[in-house]
């Protein structure tokens, strides 16, 4: 299968310049690129989407390579932007280049040889590039009509459907300028013939291929250079992926941790799954007909879901945070070991049931009834009453021990990561008391 019938069965594929497809099968292997913006030191699963082009095209039999925007990412990319972006300085865009490069290298394939990928910063050959020599050598070659286009341009400039405009500053103007003469360098120095990136950067990837064509008339020499690019990938209604409740999807577990990203796959839409598992993981169709099958035979069981949240979730951390991360999220529905999870993993579990604290000293001679009345502000339960009724029903567990009587103490029981105390009433109600 070729790299655009792999893209098209997964619906990765979106457009690519006349003549792509020829080239792929006729040159192997050509390099391709698509650029990261270094604006955070880890990239999020909207990259992912993304970084998953340069997979296939390295599956293909291709050189994949990944560009990091020191130099225009000081610019900032007007493309879907509505404001001028905040400028980044030198030490926290190097900052950011060395988290990208480390997790592009858990998909990539960076050992020697003609498809071994390669990370590259365009600082590296604009920092010595004088304004008036860029001006002479590359901007004379585009014009402003050309440039003024391009959508990302017209929406700024026209302030889109409300007819209100921020403006485009001459900065972000010429940042299509910049990544235009980024394909000219690589097409210069690394044989590059191709950039890719999603369906919002046509505008400035076929700057660089007309940029390429130009300069190659004005030296009367053959001009090849392509794009190619991939759907956005949206939910089923239409709306943005790639961001949870709390925010950003991160591929660094100190920003999203493995549970956390295990769980957001874990909870995608029946809609939206079968889309999801296509593009993010490298199943062959076989395969994953055979998950969907079934999946349809046992919707409630969330096959899709599970092995498509396992598949990324190990590709991106490990097996083994794969694994605690099914533990625990096992812990909610009764079948997970609560004195097995870390503080961190125990935190993200019940980060959406109430978080009770309790002054430690206060409840050395408490029993159960108190406890769960009294000195948790009656948040559990409004009296002693009803705390004493609910556990001689046996409908009380602490840290997944059923609470026998009401004036079982409570300093007995053993504390999850020496502070931690999961309190269940009834089937469904968590609290997780903290002692400080």
């Not at 929406?155 to 459907?161: A, P, V, Y």
């Not at 403006?167 to 972000?172: A, D, L, M, N, V």
């Not at 079968?274 to 999946?295: D, G, Y």
């Not at 083994?320 to 993993?345: N, P, R």
Request: aromatic share 8%; proline share 3%; glycine share 8%.
């Amino acid at each position: 299968m070729s790299l655009i019938e792999e893209l098209t069965w997964r619906g990765m594929f979106h457009d690519a310049m006349p003549g792509t497809a020829e080239h792929l099968a006729a040159n192997a292997p050509i390099t391709g690129y698509i650029g990261f913006d270094p604006t955070a030191a880890s990239l999020h699963i909207g990259n992912l989407a993304t970084i998953m082009l340069l997979v296939h095209l390295q599956r293909a039999g291709h050189r994949p390579l990944a560009l990091v925007g020191g130099a225009t990412g000081m610019i900032g990319d007007p493309s879907g932007k509505s404001a001028e972006r905040n400028l980044l300085d030198e030490t926290t865009l190097r900052h950011n280049q060395a988290g990208i490069q480390a997790q592009l290298e858990k998909f990539l394939d960076f050992t020697e040889g003609p498809t071994g990928a390669l990370v590259v910063n365009n600082y590296d050959w604009f920092k010595n590039f004088g304004f008036l020599e860029f001006l002479r050598e590359v901007g004379k070659h585009l014009t402003v009509n050309y440039m003024m286009a391009k959508d990302s341009v017209k929406r700024r400039i026209g302030g889109g459907e409300d007819g209100d405009s921020s403006g485009i500053s001459y900065t972000e103007f010429s940042y299509q300028l910049l990544q235009g003469y980024d394909f000219v360098h690589l097409n210069k120095t690394l044989g590059c013939t191709l950039q890719m990136g999603a369906s919002d950067q046509w505008g400035n990837i076929t700057t660089g291929t007309e940029l390429i064509r130009r300069l190659a008339n004005a030296d009367e020499r053959e001009a090849k250079a392509y794009a190619l690019t991939g759907q956005l990938i949206t939910k089923a209604d239409g709306t943005k992926y790639g961001k949870s409740e709390t925010g950003t999807v991160w591929l660094d577990p100190k920003l999203t941790s493995p549970y956390q990203f295990y769980q957001f796959f874990l909870n995608s839409a029946d809609a939206d799954a079968p889309r999801l598992i296509r593009v993010f993981t490298l199943l062959s169709k076989e395969e994953i007909e055979a998950i969907e099958a079934e999946h349809a035979a046992a919707p409630h069981l969330r096959i899709l879901q599970k092995a498509l949240a396992a598949d990324v979730t190990t590709r991106v951390h490990s097996a083994e945070a794969t694994e605690a991360a099914i533990a625990a999220s096992q812990v909610l529905f009764g079948g997970g070991d609560l004195a097995s999870l870390d503080e961190a993993t125990l935190l993200d579990v019940f980060a959406g049931v109430p978080h009770l604290r309790v002054l430690r000293d206060e409840m050395t001679e408490l029993n159960a009834a108190t406890f769960l009345s009294d000195f948790t502000l009656h948040k559990i339960f409004p009296s002693k009453g009803e705390a004493r009724k609910m556990i001689q029903a046996g409908g009380v567990s602490i840290n997944r021990e059923k609470v026998a009587a009401p004036d079982a103490p409570v300093a007995a029981l053993k504390h999850l990561a020496d502070k931690y105390l999961v309190v269940q009433k009834g089937k469904k109600n968590y609290f997780l008391v903290e002692l400080v």
